[in-house]
């Protein structure tokens, strides 16, 4: 199959291509670096020309309330030139549990994408995957003072970023799930916990302390965030991929 793969020269599409590509498929990664825009929909049409499935992993460059209107755009042009092309799957990636968390808008800005594909005129699959380990850090750096760093105690799933590329892969190679795979690490840490594993594995010296009002991880409200029943986990450990990275 050709499958076009937008946004698929960064974390997780990068990642995606070669799974497809060892696969036996043609996957060729889109991007604003190879002159597709998804908000102006420059390139677009040319993107998705002769692909069977389009897989969608482009993201806001904000969260904040820009993000609505990111995904709005970009989800209509690609949207719009998929059904032109005569494309039979479309696939987006998504967050797990991303519609229990009103009060964070980059999170309905993702269930406004999700709502416009179920709304479309392709066939689709939503695969919703759990906090990324690569993204550990980035959490940390918010909410640290240098020699602190606050942490609510929310729980959180992680899961490498190779399975997240997998599952998607697995999902834009097969039939059409009109509806959501969820996927998520084996294992589950409240957050301030996985910042202590973190910086003790790394040998930081930071302090952190369980703070239930610092960071966007706090607007979550119970473990909405980790895998429901049902499923897939991938087989990564949290600290096996640290010893690695």
């Given at each position: 199959m050709k499958i076009a793969v937008i946004g698929g020269t960064g974390l997780i599409g990068s990642r995606v291509v070669r799974d497809l590509t060892a696969a036996g498929h043609e996957a060729v990664p889109h991007a604003l670096s190879t002159g597709v825009d998804v908000v102006t929909g420059a390139g677009v049409d040319d993107a998705v020309a002769g692909a069977d499935v389009v897989v969608n992993l482009t993201n806001s460059p904000t969260f904040d309330d820009a993000s609505p209107a990111f995904f709005q755009t970009s989800m209509d042009n690609l949207l719009a030139a998929s059904a032109k092309a005569g494309v039979g799957h479309f696939v987006?990636?998504?967050i797990?549990?991303?519609d229990q968390v009103p009060d964070l808008v980059y999170y309905r800005a993702k269930v406004l994408q999700e709502d416009v594909l179920r709304a479309g005129?392709?066939?689709y699959s939503i695969v919703r995957a759990t906090q990324f380990m690569e993204f550990v850090d980035a959490v940390l750096s918010w909410?640290?003072?240098?020699?602190?760093?606050?942490?609510?105690?929310?729980?959180i799933q992680p899961i490498a970023a190779a399975d997240v590329a997998a599952a998607v892969a697995e999902v834009a190679?097969?039939?059409p799930l009109n509806g959501v795979r969820d996927v998520g690490g084996p294992e589950v840490f409240t957050l301030d916990e996985l910042g202590r594993i973190t910086l003790a594995a790394k040998?930081?010296?930071r302090t952190v302390v369980a703070d239930d009002t610092a960071g966007m991880f706090a607007e979550v409200k119970g473990d909405v965030l980790t895998a429901p029943a049902g499923a897939v986990i991938a087989a990564t450990r949290y600290r096996d991929w640290l010893a690695k990275a």
């Open positions: 987006v990636l998504s797990v549990g991303v005129p392709v066939p909410t640290s003072d240098g020699t602190t760093v606050r942490l609510p105690r929310t729980p190679a097969g039939d040998g930081d010296g």
